[in-house]
């Protein structure tokens, strides 16, 4: 089945520092991909949503410049936290669907737990 | 706007009993319906899914789900559980589908199951 590989699954890092997470499709082409964030014990709220080759496009209430995304290839996107800060630390999980196929569910990452100090 | 409620926060059943878990949604139009799994520290894994058709769908390790659409429903079931199925469960429900395979997912809370051997 389809797989979807995030990397890192776990960042510890000082209050300030930019934090890089992969989210790679291996063995589908994703035109789009998301990106969610989920506090302890809740549901997932998703963050923005990435199409490869533009802009992406973010949730209400979440900061573009605090949170970047890149879309580079239909293989790959990266959400960089710039300058995290404690209030930052949370699960953060991508998916990606098939974007030429219709009718396909998305398929997640294990997520990547970030916690700043 | 739709949205999708899970009544129960926290399910506890025997190893062996039989599960309900309770989905209810919100959507003007036919909605495509998801359930998801996810282990602690993981992502998500996809159980099953609705899109057209058949209203029990059968998904993965013996699970299946029902659409009433006179209810607003989608209730996921399984004849007997097994001490691995403890995890928490999503539903979700899909909106904005583009036709191009691209669409954004709506979450439930979560209901977490617990299973006494």
Redesign the interface.
């Known amino acids: 089945g389809a797989v979807v590989s995030q990397h890192p699954s776990r960042v510890i890092c000082k209050s300030g520092t930019s934090v890089k997470i992969e989210c790679r499709s291996l063995d589908f082409q994703a035109t789009t991909m998301f990106w969610y964030r989920q506090f302890p014990k809740q549901s997932l709220m998703l963050m923005a949503t990435s199409n490869e080759g533009s802009k992406a496009t973010y949730e209400q209430g979440v900061e573009k410049d605090k949170f970047l995304i890149n879309h580079a290839s239909l293989t790959l996107s990266t959400l960089t936290v710039t300058s995290a800060h404690p209030e930052d630390s949370s699960f953060y999980i991508c998916s990606a669907s098939h974007g030429a196929q219709s009718n396909q569910p998305q398929h997640f990452g294990d997520g990547t737990r970030l916690s700043i100090l | 706007a739709q949205s999708v409620t899970q009544p129960d926060i926290h399910i506890t059943v025997s190893e062996g009993a039989s599960l309900e878990l309770r989905c209810n949604y919100s959507y003007g139009a036919t909605p495509?319906l998801?359930w998801?799994v996810q282990s602690p520290?993981?992502?998500?894994?996809?159980l099953l899914?609705y899109?057209s058709g058949d209203t029990l769908v059968q998904g993965i390790k013996g699970f299946e789900a029902e659409f009433k659409r006179s209810q607003s429903s989608f209730n996921l079931r399984k004849p007997s559980v097994h001490w691995s199925d403890a995890a928490e469960y999503?539903c979700a429900v899909a909106e904005g589908y583009s036709?191009?395979?691209?669409?954004?997912?709506?979450?439930?809370?979560?209901t977490k199951l617990s299973v006494i051997p």
């Open positions: 495509y998801f998801y520290g993981q992502g998500l894994q996809l899914k899109f999503f036709g191009a395979g691209s669409y954004q997912l709506t979450f439930g809370k979560g």
